[in-house]
């Protein structure tokens, strides 16, 4: 996912809605039973299924069958496009008027947070229904206890393998950093890199170097996420595991400036052994580009420890939604954390579902790699800096891969600009 950040228009619409979010910020429903929900709720949803023409009807016949299963709430399901979503509930919110439930990420849900813009759903989802949650989705949602958000999709990584390449030099896939490392100059040989880094800046960090943070037992905040911490001992580990790769031929020549398009890559060109922290969408065009044989799906990498990047889709409960109406968007968010929705938003848009009692949206030995990473799915940062911090930092990973700087100076360097962004906001 492409992470921008907040600016101009958008920090004045939040900064307003500090003042317009405080009436119904503690608003509590007077309905504790959602089967007796009445009123009106509106939801901006997004493109989640990317067919335009599917989303639609898919989105058409949630609202039919929500309503027949509450007669008594009018639901308005309002499909909006990516493009600048961060403004345009930012502005809606200010104006207090816009949706009462919206798709959000959880970097997303904590900057509305900070300024009173979403309210805890901790009564629509009860805690024996929590169980069937991966723990890490309502974590990604969870602040001071609370819960603000509902995860309804479920993003997650993995590595996919050219084994081809590592059967005809002789090699096992790795799976852990001393293998990486052992294989790379055996593969750098014949000229193929072991596996190739997008180090280009507009993608985000949480598909390329912070998967190797995680891994090194990093991370990029401390965990009350006043202070900076991809500049400890366990973030230049992670740093120097990448330049030392990337010096001795285990990376793509062009890794610290490469993007994630397939055409044209090395990885089409058969010049790289495994597509690092790759998505399912991603699965059919990288088979493809290399003739379709001998490419499989492979579990994360294990450093320190297992990780990688996986975060879920929220359905945020905002400050526009008023006392009267709470309970009707409880059973809105009641009706979307079931496990037969959520079962048919998997299969129509090919994402995971965060609940563990709903199969994968596809059958075979990929698709049941991809859901085994779930488990060691890290949901990113979720702290209302977390973009620009990003954006601070992804120039100087470019610098130590190119050479210029060394793990630690970059990291230090990137450091204090992190802690800066922190200090302003």
């Known amino acids: 996912m492409k992470h921008r950040i907040l600016q101009g ?59 027949k299963a509450y007669p008594d709430v009018d639901l308005k399901i309002e499909l909006q496009p990516f493009a600048k979503r961060d403004e345009q509930i930012s502005a809606a919110l200010a104006a207090n008027s816009g949706p009462d439930l919206a798709l959000v990420t959880p970097d997303m849900a904590a900057t509305y947070l900070n300024v009173g813009g979403v309210l805890p759903i ?55 950093w001393d293998e990486i490392d052992a294989a790379a100059p055996v593969l750098a040989k014949k000229g193929i890199a072991v596996m190739d880094y997008a180090g ?6 949480n598909l390329t170097f912070y998967p190797f943070l995680w891994q090194a037992g990093g991370s990029v905040f ?27 031929g285990g990376l793509p020549p062009d890794a610290a400036t490469a993007g994630v398009a397939i055409d044209g890559s090395q990885w089409a060109a058969g010049k790289v052994g495994i597509r690092t922290n790759a998505g399912p969408s ?31 889709g929220l359905i945020a409960l905002t400050s526009i939604n ?24 998997s299969k129509a848009s090919g994402n995971f579902s965060p609940r563990t009692d709903v199969a994968a949206p596809a059958e075979g030995p990929d698709y049941d790699t991809f859901k085994e990473a779930l488990s060691v799915a890290n ?47």
């Open 379 to 425: 949901p990113g940062e979720a702290s209302p800096v977390a973009r620009q911090v990003m954006a601070a930092l992804a120039p100087y990973i470019q610098s130590a891969l190119r050479g210029d700087l060394s793990p630690k100076e970059a990291l230090d360097t990137a450091a204090t600009a992190g802690r800066a962004i922190l200090d302003r906001n």
């Open 322 to 345: 008023k006392k009267e109406n709470r309970a009707a968007a409880y059973a809105v968010l009641n009706y979307l954390s079931t496990p037969d929705f959520q079962a048919k938003l």
């Open 122 to 176: 901790d009564d629509a989802l009860p805690e024996k229904d929590r169980k069937a949650f991966f723990p890490s989705s309502l974590d990604a949602a969870t602040f001071d206890g609370e819960l603000y958000g509902l995860p309804i999709f479920q993003n997650v990584a993995a590595n996919v393998v050219n084994t081809k390449l590592f059967k005809e030099a002789g090699l096992e896939v790795p799976k852990t």
């Open 222 to 248: 401390t965990k009350d996420g006043k202070d900076i911490a991809f500049d400890s001992k366990e973030g230049v580990n992670a740093l120097t595991f990448l330049v030392d790769l990337m010096k001795e």
């Open 9 to 67: 228009a958008a920090i004045a619409a939040i900064a307003t809605l500090a003042v317009t979010a405080c009436s119904s910020a503690n608003a509590v429903p007077d309905a504790k039973d959602v089967k007796e929900a009445k009123g009106s709720v509106t939801m901006w949803m997004y493109p989640v299924i990317k067919d335009e023409t599917a989303s639609k009807e898919f989105w058409t016949e949630t609202q039919k069958d929500f309503e």
């Open 282 to 312: 991603e699965l059919g065009p990288l088979r493809a580009a290399v003739g379709g044989e001998g490419v499989e799906v492979g579990a994360p990498f294990t450093g320190k420890e297992q990780a990688t990047f996986g975060n879920p």
């Open 200 to 205: 280009s800046a507009q993608q985000t960090l």
